[in-house]
């Protein structure tokens, strides 16, 4: 079992962004995918998951309107992707497989640095 | 709202020592619970599920405890590479919950 997720991005203010989180080594159809974001020298925070099998996104109180969650499933992929960038979306955005709502696999982390 | 609580934020101990870490929930988790472990630049890792299951490849000398809103995860004996943070987590199917985290450094 894999995640393996985009590379690091800097982006400006009011800017958008899409991360990626690609699996491999299982059925993705089988797994949802959640997303959990860590701010710099913070602890976790989760920020939604999203239903593999029908697509459907569910998200944290406070990662509504700008996050969306998605899917291509001919790829076993899942995005991530924030509009209206602040500077307080900077973190580390990690994707981690779902098993019965336990997060037992994780990608290695999208580092966003929001900057003017 | 379940609020989950870990302490000490700091545990300051020698390889070899054991540690214990607690995680309190402000309402009954049943038996819902689980451990990461998180190195510096790293991701975390799943150490336990469902309050005293190891994950698959975990080592013996972890170990979980608890139901309700009390829970503990035991180090037995500390390893070089055991010096890390680590997080509970509530296994919620509509708003999983992280506790702040406990972070276990080398005496």
């Known amino acids: 079992v894999q995640l393996v997720q985009s590379g690091s991005e800097l982006k400006k203010p009011g800017a958008s962004v899409k991360l990626s989180c690609k699996t491999s080594g299982y059925s993705f159809n089988k797994h949802a995918v959640n997303w959990v974001r860590q701010a710099p020298g913070q602890g976790l925070e989760w920020l939604g998951w999203i239903n593999t099998n029908t697509g459907n996104p569910t998200y944290a109180p406070g990662f509504t309107g700008r996050f969306v969650l998605s899917l291509d499933t001919s790829v076993s992929t899942a995005y991530l992707q924030i509009n209206s960038l602040r500077p307080d979306d900077t973190a580390v955005y990690y994707c981690a497989r779902d098993d019965n709502w336990y997060f037992d696999f994780w990608g290695q982390g999208a580092l966003l640095t929001v900057s003017s | 709202e379940i609020v989950l609580t870990q302490s000490p934020a700091t545990l300051s101990l020698s390889p070899g020592e054991s540690a214990t870490l607690s995680c309190r929930a402000s309402?009954?988790?049943?038996?819902?619970l689980a451990w990461y472990q998180q190195k510096p630049g790293r991701a975390p890792r799943l150490l336990i599920y469902?309050?005293?299951n190891r994950a698959t490849g975990i080592p013996a000398r972890f170990s979980g405890s608890g139901s309700g809103t009390d829970f503990t995860l035991t180090i037995s004996s500390l390893e070089p590479e055991d010096f890390a943070v680590y997080y509970c987590h509530y296994r919620s199917t509509w708003r999983p919950i992280f506790g702040p985290g406990t972070k276990v450094d080398i005496k």
């Open positions: 469902d309050a005293s």
């Open positions: 309402q009954s988790l049943s038996s819902y």
